[in-house]
Structures are given as structure tokens and as C-alpha cells.
């Protein structure tokens, strides 16, 4: 674990971006609905969470970097190195997603006849742009961020695909990567159905992240199992993370309590409830990010099962 908090940044980079991935794909689905269509507006709006939350990842991103010129030269090798396609697509998802947002959110503030400083002004010269698309644009331009958000993970889980270390190049780094995806963004998806005021989708999103907390528990299992068949020529993998199995226990008792409370929010239609569900739950995967990160480990100068 402590080796892990060396990567914070990545840590909080990966997991915020996974979230936003995940919650903007189920919100596109609940827009695809009549229902959701019918309060577009307040969706959109609700939205504005996600780039924020994005915004935050990459400005952390940035700090393992050293600086955000450092970016800019990573993106230098797309194609051919893992780390500049995960910094492409995921300014590409990050560049389209609140590219859409602001269109349609422009759109909506100038006919709602919201005023607020600064926004309304920026509103009004970006709503023109919209108005002239064409009809049904929104519906191709969520599909298309969709997508991009779904390679943008990929790339993500691709980077640490690395033959050298064992610990990560194995079935489960994907796993790891997509569950936090859909757990945490179905949990942030209720709570931004909760801010708008919409109850449609918060029932059956409330109950995807209880189905996906049960998975991550299953797959941490088998990961623990995997982790403990693994070694090089001086380690095994959980000699350097010697309390995985304590804080993968905090992990989900903070997924339990953070699920309860999302449950308990759709009665009470609470958001400050389900705000807490849902970072609870970030909690936890942040836990499982900084673990994943502390069991790096190469191969060495012995085969691996040597």
C-alpha cells in the first residue's frame, strides 16, 4: 500500500475518468428514453459534474508528470507508445464529451432563459452553433463520446498490460479497470438522476451497482488468489503489500455502506445520501487503485514460477 501512495495522482487520474466514462454512457442511456428526453435540459445540466470531475483527473495526471508540457511531448509517439495513446484518447473523450455538454447545455440555458454571470453571455454565442446542426445531433454526438470513452479505457488498461511486470499483465487489470467504470459511475449516475430531479433509471442503476460491487468482490478474490501464486526471484507479489487483504476488507466495507446509502437515497430521494453512497464507493476503488499500484513488481532475473 505504501508503495502505491507514490501514485496518487495516477491513482485519482484513473479512477475519476473510469467513473466519468461509466456515468456519462448511463446517462446517455436514460436520454435515450422518452422520459429522458422529456427533462434533457436537466440532465444536461446535471452533467456539468462530470467535466468537472474529468478536469480534476487530468489536472492530477499533470502532477505525475511533472509538468503539463510533458503531456504535450507524450502525445509526440501516438500509435506506437501505450502512454500516448492513453493521454490521446482520453483528451479525445475528454474533448468531444464537453464539446457535446456545451453545445447542447448553451442550448437549453438560452431557451430555459437561465441568467447567470459569465455562462449566460458564453451561452449565447455558443447556442447559434447548436441550433444549426442537424436535427438529432445529440443522439450521434453521446454515441460517439461513448465510444470514446470506451477506448479511452482500453487504452488505460492497455498501458499496464506490461509483459515484464506479472502482477499487471494479466486478465484482471482489465477487470479491475471496467468495474470501476460501471460500480462507480452507475452510483454517480444515480446521483446526478437524484440532482435533475429524475426518476428514471435511478431504480435499475441503484441495482447495477449493487450487482457490481458483487462482482469486484468475486474478482478480488480470484485476483488475492493469483497474487499469491506470483513471485520473482526475491518477491512474492503480497510481500509488497502486506496488508491487502485488511484494506481490501476497508475497501468494501466502505462498497457496502456506500451501496446502503444509495439504496436508502431512492426512498428519501436525497442527494446528499446518495453523494455519500457514491463517494464511499470512490472511496474504495481508490483503495483497490493504490493497491494495484503498490504490487508492481518485474519479473527479475529468474523466470516467473522459478
Not at 135 to 144: A, I, M, N, P
Not at 189 to 211: H, S
Not at 246 to 254: E, Q
Request: aromatic share 12%.
Amino acid at each position: 500500500m505504501g508503495a502505491g501512495l507514490h501514485e496518487l495522482p495516477l491513482v485519482f487520474f484513473t479512477v475519476l475518468a473510469q467513473t466519468v466514462v461509466g456515468c456519462f454512457i448511463a446517462l446517455s442511456l436514460v436520454l435515450a428514453k422518452p422520459d429522458g428526453q422529456a427533462v434533457e435540459n436537466r440532465l444536461h445540466y446535471a452533467m456539468t459534474i462530470l467535466w468537472g470531475l474529468m478536469a480534476f483527473g487530468f489536472i492530477a495526471s499533470t502532477t505525475h508528470l511533472g509538468s503539463p508540457e510533458r503531456a504535450f511531448n507524450a502525445l509526440n509517439r501516438v500509435g506506437a507508445s501505450d502512454l500516448s495513446n492513453e493521454i490521446f484518447t482520453g483528451s479525445t473523450f475528454f474533448a468531444l464529451g464537453a464539446g457535446y455538454w456545451a453545445l447542447a447545455t448553451a442550448a437549453f440555458l438560452q431557451k430555459d432563459g437561465v441568467k447567470l454571470p459569465l455562462v449566460s453571455p458564453l451561452a449565447n454565442l455558443i447556442a447559434p452553433i447548436s441550433s444549426k446542426l442537424p436535427k438529432g445531433w445529440t443522439t450521434l454526438g453521446r454515441v460517439v463520446v461513448a465510444m470514446s470513452g470506451v477506448v479511452f479505457v482500453g487504452a488505460m488498461a492497455k498501458l499496464y498490460l506490461i509483459p515484464t511486470v506479472p502482477t499487471w499483465n494479466t486478465i484482471f487489470t482489465p477487470l479491475a479497470f471496467g468495474l470501476t467504470s460501471l460500480l462507480a459511475g452507475s452510483a454517480l449516475t444515480v446521483m446526478l438522476l437524484q440532482l435533475a430531479k429524475v426518476q428514471t433509471g435511478q431504480k435499475t442503476f441503484a441495482n447495477f451497482t449493487a450487482l457490481f460491487a458483487l462482482v469486484a468482490l468475486v474478482i478480488t478474490f480470484l485476483h488475492y488468489q493469483h497474487l499469491a501464486q506470483t513471485k520473482n526471484a526475491i518477491f512474492q507479489a503480497l510481500d509488497l503489500v502486506p496488508g491487502y487483504m485488511t484494506y481490501s476488507v476497508i475497501r468494501f466495507g466502505l462498497i457496502a455502506v456506500g451501496v446502503v446509502g444509495v439504496f436508502i437515497s431512492l426512498k428519501k430521494q436525497c442527494v446528499w445520501l446518495s453523494g455519500l453512497g457514491f463517494a464511499l464507493i470512490v472511496a474504495g476503488e481508490l483503495i483497490a487503485r493504490t493497491l494495484f499500484y503498490g504490487t508492481h513488481m518485474t519479473v527479475g532475473l529468474k523466470a516467473l514460477g522459478g
